[in-house]
Nanobody
Framework: QVQLVESGGGSVQAGGSLRLSCVAS????????MGWFRQAPGKEREFVAA????????YYGDSVQGRATISRDNAENTVYLQMNSLKPEDTAVYSC????????????????WGQGTQVTVSS
């Protein structure tokens, strides 16, 4: 059984930064790509970032490109999302997910999800 638990969300002013963490339980963390998605009220879930097994490749959504950095620590079973220059439109629940198959940009390609952590950016 895999559990993903996010933390690090909060309320910040525009221009600020947050570092989100996602700790995975279960075995084999280092064998999976991991991703971050977000969902704002009334909107569809949106791809934010993904990372390969060993941190050698990363992928970003257009809306966060240049402001987000995804990384992982396989020894700690943790994936991180550093968000800088935050904007009010970044306000959403951010969830991490374990990739299974398909394109990393599609939420349907992920099989396990965390409950999410709220990020609120005020202007």
């Amino acid at each position: 059984q895999v559990q993903l638990v996010e933390s690090g969300g909060g309320s910040v002013q525009a221009g600020g930064s947050l570092r989100l963490s996602c700790v995975a339980s279960g075995r084999g963390f280092s064998r999976y790509f991991m991703g971050w998605f977000r969902q704002a009220p009334g909107k569809e879930r949106e791809f934010v970032a993904a990372i390969t097994y060993s941190d050698d490749m990363t992928y970003y959504g257009d809306s966060v490109q240049g402001r987000a950095t995804i990384s992982r620590d396989n020894a700690e079973n943790t994936v991180y999302l550093q968000m800088n220059s935050l904007k009010p439109e970044d306000t959403a629940v951010y969830s991490c997910a374990r990739y299974k198959t398909g394109t990393v940009y599609n939420e349907g390609s992920y099989d396990y999800w965390g409950q999410g952590t709220q990020v609120t950016v005020s202007s």
